[in-house]
């Protein structure tokens, strides 16, 4: 799975993006940000408060349940400030 | 149509090019988002605007989608620009070209609330204390549900 990451969630976690292998039991959204939260430091920080992190799975917009295997592209963001 | 570029763009010019040989096209409603200047002169305060490539796109054709199904629109366009950007400088560019006024003014008003809150930018300040990234407010999400509340209930 490729699992980008932008604005400070990026600068917290100190990459813009990685490939990973999905653990086994992991098939979820949240199920990914808690695995990621788990390798502490930087990710426990960036990740500490669901109500901040933003999803998208393959481009969109996606919630805590939306499931996610190998070959999707997810990406965590804080809340979009453009315009 | 969208748009997502580094470059400046010309109002005139995209107006122009948007609505010419469409007679069909009675208004057009713009929005230009500029840089304000949040250290209130008291220095530099640039901006670097951060996005999801590939996924900005999508969402922008997204919302434009989104609008043309709400009104009657004879055409739209939203420039987003991103990188570096100085106060003062252009940001972003919503037009809409209807028959009547209303459905472009409605329009381009739904276009910029719904950008602000799901295209995937990110602004990051430079301010006298160092680089600072913008926070959401609280008064865009309610700008934008504001018209999904009008949607439900009409």
């Known amino acids: 799975m490729k699992i980008l990451y932008f604005a400070w969630l990026r600068q917290k976690i100190g990459t813009d993006a990685e490939d990973v292998a999905l653990p086994a039991g992991v098939g979820d959204v949240a199920g990914v940000i808690d695995w990621l939260r788990g390798r502490g430091g930087g990710y426990a920080e960036a990740l500490g408060d669901d109500a901040i992190v933003r999803v998208a799975v393959n481009q969109a917009y996606a919630g805590p349940d939306t499931p996610v295997g190998d070959d999707d592209e997810v990406a965590l963001f804080p809340p979009v400030t453009g315009g | ?154």
Request: charged share 30%.
């Open chain 2, 1 to 154: 149509m969208i748009r997502v570029q580094a470059d400046d763009f010309d109002i005139g010019a995209e107006i122009r090019a948007l609505t010419a040989a469409n007679t069909g096209v009675g208004g057009v409603a713009s929005f230009v988002g500029l840089v304000r200047d949040m250290a209130g002169g008291a220095g530099e305060s640039a901006m670097t605007l951060e996005h999801y490539p590939g996924m900005t796109e999508r969402m922008l054709a997204e919302i434009d989608e989104e609008a043309h199904r709400r009104w009657p629109l004879e055409a739209s366009l939203i420039v987003h620009r991103h990188g570096r950007l100085e106060p003062g400088e252009r940001i972003v560019l919503v037009v809409t070209a209807s028959a009547h006024r209303r459905a472009a003014l409605e329009s381009c008003a739904f276009l910029i609330d719904w950008l602000k809150t799901r295209a995937p930018f990110w602004k990051l300040e430079e301010t006298p204390e160092g680089a600072r990234w913008v926070e959401a407010r609280a008064s865009d999400d309610a700008a934008a549900s504001k018209w999904r509340r009008e949607d439900a209930t009409g």
